[in-house]
């Protein structure tokens, strides 16, 4: 089965550090979490894996094939969903979507289709005429979001996808990544909301000033660091200051100025 | 406190609603755009003012001669600052943004509007000074080269004039754009003209830089044909009236020196013309008030109907619904575009032409150059014949030829180049099917619309027969500098990194003259085709062109695009890595 290789990615920025020696398998059918704190890497390996950036040292193979050898044959297997949804704000969501499918080369009738189908299922066929500018954030996630899976991806990168996004379309996402996992997709779910991570995904990855920190599944970790919850064991391992008395002077400096 | 702090972030918005690129540094924009300006201006003055510097003339014959130049500078401020409001079209007035951003915070209407009163005031008046500061010193103290008689004073009150009479002419200009930008909101109302804006801040861009490019040939023989029909009727002749009256008619007046017969001759002869103009000047003089007190009338009017259509509290949600044609779409994708990846480009490009404000306004300013230089052609050739002539025929690639010529730059600039992330995943090393949507997209919406506009007058003057050949040769020499503009281009169209040209300043006037040869070449090429004994020949060569052309697109080696390729600079300094 084609399974994904991160192997020893860094990548440096002027000289500085961004991402060291990070290493992982993603397998089909797997949802890999992607944990970190702001700054520690993810959007960085994210997009090294998704090939928008070349990595400093290191490679990401997929199917036992470095993918910066055919890069366009890679992301024909590839949806990705940044963490900023920036998108062409001329362009109606409709428009956007044709671009991204014709792009793709998917026929006509079928990219219609899909276009109405995912529209209409993330609420947008009100807006899909609407120039993006006019878009709110959580409208431009769904739009990403339907251009990354149209074309049936193997592999589904996820780059803090719930920004923006409301209640209903958070868990609606949940359940999703979920059941493109169980069809087999090969899941990398980067996100800031430990609560979504421990629900979603099989194993998780924890980055930490660019270094993996962990990587095991979440019931691995729970009895290794003997905490309940994935929010200790990620307190254990990233969080330096305590987050309450932070939060206590934080409260104290707003009422200073008062 | 409120007002200075928004009236600083109105000003902001000015520099950061940027033409040259979205993205580029403010403090570099405003050298560039400031320095353009600036070195526009002083060449031009230096450049006119050449003539006092290197002769010896008369009262008379100066005083005729300062009135052409004195209606160039008048216009030139005027339509300039006209150009830079036009530009700032959607910044010269409150809009949803502001409404959005500031409504909530605890400052009141009042001082949000007089704050963008001001930013707007100190911007004008900001570009007016750049565009007649170094003419103002320069204009009066060359004339004084040639007129040995002028005191020093006099210089002095003469740059004090110019400065005063092309300030209120700039300020003329600008009032005129936000009067015109105010009634159509007024009239329109506030859904419908958020809607129609973006047309006709082109429509103004391109009428106004038309104008801008016909001033040079236009301020000659001011003197002969300036007073009289509808010359005189011109704003800038009101200035000009204007100037004369407030320096009271100096130059001509200035005591005679001894000269030769000859010059003595001609300044009788100047004399005798400028005493002939002297009675109207109070008259045009006076419509400069009348000229403002018009404008301004118009702008307070328009600005209070405005503020009475304006939704309460500014909650105007304009939805900018993009229309589909879906016929239009279904025989597009039938006759024009039949692949998938040429589909995509040709509808990005459409999109991209027209809706990104830095693709739009740079076909505006290249529709007014072609629209100018059209003007000046047709000037110069014998419509009355009714013979075809080589400058009927060069006005039609002019116009084309000027709009593919920008089209052929803004391939390179992309509108939105954080959003190319989403192309860089699709991509599928489509670029030369991509790039043929992309320049069918261009013949479609640029090239066809000019060869259209050309083909009424056309038939009028030389039948409908000859205007089909003429637009049929049109389609024919469009396709063909399409062609060779795109050889040798190997990147995605409006998605890769903006890479200045290296050695611009060098290569952009070959390209210019290149232009001009062909389009006359090009002229006398159809002339030959559609009068002459053997129009084979003549097609026969546009086509073995094209093949030539043709063959060398499909020969060029595909490599993989580059979408984020650095600057050559950053690349030679080893600084993008």
């Known amino acids: 089965m084609s399974e994904l290789r991160a192997n020893k990615l860094s990548k440096h920025f002027s000289g500085v550090r961004v991402v060291k020696d990070v290493t992982f398998t993603l397998k089909p059918g797997e949802i890999v979490g992607y944990l970190g704190p702001n700054g520690s890497g993810k959007t960085t390996t994210a997009r090294m894996v998704a090939g928008l950036l070349e990595p400093s040292s290191g490679t990401v193979h997929y199917d036992g094939r470095d993918v910066r050898e055919d890069l366009v044959a890679f992301r024909r297997r590839l949806g990705y969903i940044p963490e900023e949804p920036f998108l062409y704000p001329f362009l109606s969501g409709r428009e956007y979507l044709q671009l991204v499918g014709r792009l793709r080369e998917m026929p006509e009738p079928v990219l219609g289709s899909k276009i109405d189908g995912f529209l209409g299922l993330f609420s947008l066929s009100h807006a899909a005429d609407q120039s993006i500018s006019s878009y709110s954030k959580g409208m431009r996630q769904k739009i990403v979001i339907s251009a990354a899976l149209m074309h049936d991806p193997e592999i589904v990168i996820f780059d803090e996808p719930e920004t923006g996004l409301d209640v209903t379309s958070t868990m609606m996402l949940r359940h999703l990544v979920r059941l493109l996992a169980s069809r087999g997709k090969a899941i990398l779910y980067s996100s800031h909301i430990l609560e979504v991570v421990e629900k979603v995904c099989d194993r998780i990855l924890v980055l930490h000033r660019g270094d993996v920190v962990a990587d095991d599944s979440i019931e691995s970790l729970r009895s290794l660091m003997s905490k309940s919850s994935l929010e200790g064991v990620f307190a254990q391992l990233v969080i330096r200051d305590d987050p309450e008395q932070l939060a206590r002077e934080l409260a104290d400096l707003s009422s200073l100025s008062a | ?577």
């Open chain 2, 1 to 577: 406190m409120a007002w200075r702090h928004l009236t600083k972030l109105f000003l902001r918005q000015f520099l950061e609603n940027d033409l040259v690129s979205p993205d580029s540094d403010r403090a570099h924009l405003l050298a560039v755009v400031g320095a353009g300006l600036v070195s526009l201006t002083l060449f031009a003055s230096m450049f006119l003012s050449a003539a006092y510097a290197m002769s010896v003339l008369t009262p008379g014959q100066a005083a005729v001669m300062t009135l052409n130049d004195k209606f160039f500078y008048v216009s030139m401020a005027m339509l300039i600052t006209a150009l830079v409001a036009a530009a700032q079209w959607d910044a010269l007035a409150l809009d949803q943004r502001d409404s959005a951003i500031l409504d909530p915070l605890p400052v009141r209407p009042s001082i949000i509007r007089w704050a963008k009163l001001t930013a707007v005031a100190i911007f004008g008046a900001a570009v007016a000074l750049a565009v007649n500061a170094f003419p103002t010193f320069v204009f009066p103290w060359m004339v004084s080269f040639s007129l040995r008689q002028m005191r020093a004073t006099e210089v002095f009150w003469m740059m004090g004039i110019h400065a005063s009479i092309t300030l209120a002419a700039a300020a003329f200009g600008y009032l005129v754009v936000m009067a015109v930008r105010e009634s159509l909101c007024a009239v329109l109302g506030p859904q419908l003209f958020t809607r129609m804006s973006p047309t006709f801040q082109a429509s103004t861009i391109v009428l106004l830089g038309s104008l801008l490019f016909l001033v040079p040939p236009a301020s000659t023989r001011i003197a002969q044909r300036g007073f009289s029909g509808w010359w005189a009727e011109l704003p800038p002749m009101a200035f000009v009236g204007a100037y004369e009256e407030v320096s009271n008619n100096f130059i001509v007046d200035l005591p005679r020196r001894r000269v030769t017969a000859r010059m003595a001759a001609r300044d009788r002869e100047g004399t005798a013309l400028y005493e002939q103009r002297r009675p109207l000047m109070p008259a045009l003089a006076r419509r400069v008030q009348v000229l403002f007190g018009g404008v301004l009338s118009i702008l307070v009017a328009a600005s209070i109907v405005s503020a009475l259509r304006a939704p309460v509290g500014g909650a105007l949600l304009v939805t900018n619904e993009r229309r589909r044609s879906r016929a239009g779409e279904l025989i597009a994708n039938a006759v024009i575009v039949r692949t998938q990846a040429a589909r995509a480009g040709f509808y990005f490009a459409l999109a991209t032409l027209f809706r990104s404000k830095t693709h739009r306004l740079t076909l505006a300013c290249a529709a007014a150059l072609g629209l100018s230089m059209s003007f000046v052609v047709l000037t110069r050739t014998d419509l009355q014949s009714g013979d075809l002539r080589p400058g009927m025929l060069a006005v039609q690639p002019l116009l084309y030829g000027c709009l593919l010529a920008a089209f052929r730059h803004l391939v390179r600039v992309p509108p939105e180049l954080r959003a190319n992330w989403g192309v860089r995943l699709a991509w599928r090393a489509q670029r030369r099917a991509f790039t043929d949507g992309v320049c069918r997209a261009a013949m479609l919406s640029l090239a066809l619309p000019a060869i259209a506009l050309v083909f009424v007058p056309m038939a009028f003057v030389a039948g409908v027969q000859m205007a089909l050949a003429h637009a049929a040769l049109g389609v024919a020499g469009a396709v063909i500098l399409l062609e060779a503009m795109m050889l040798g281009y190997d990147k995605a169209p409006f998605t890769c990194n903006y890479i200045p040209i290296a050695g611009a300043k060098g290569i952009v006037p070959l390209y210019v003259i290149a232009f001009l040869i062909g389009v006359s070449a090009f002229a006398r090429l159809e002339l030959a085709i559609m009068t002459g004994d053997n129009p084979l020949r003549g097609i026969l060569l546009l086509a073995s062109l094209f093949a030539i052309l043709r063959i060398a697109a499909l020969r060029q080696r595909e490599l993989p695009v580059d979408f984020d390729e650095p600057p050559p600079a950053l690349q030679t300094l080893g600084l993008h890595t």
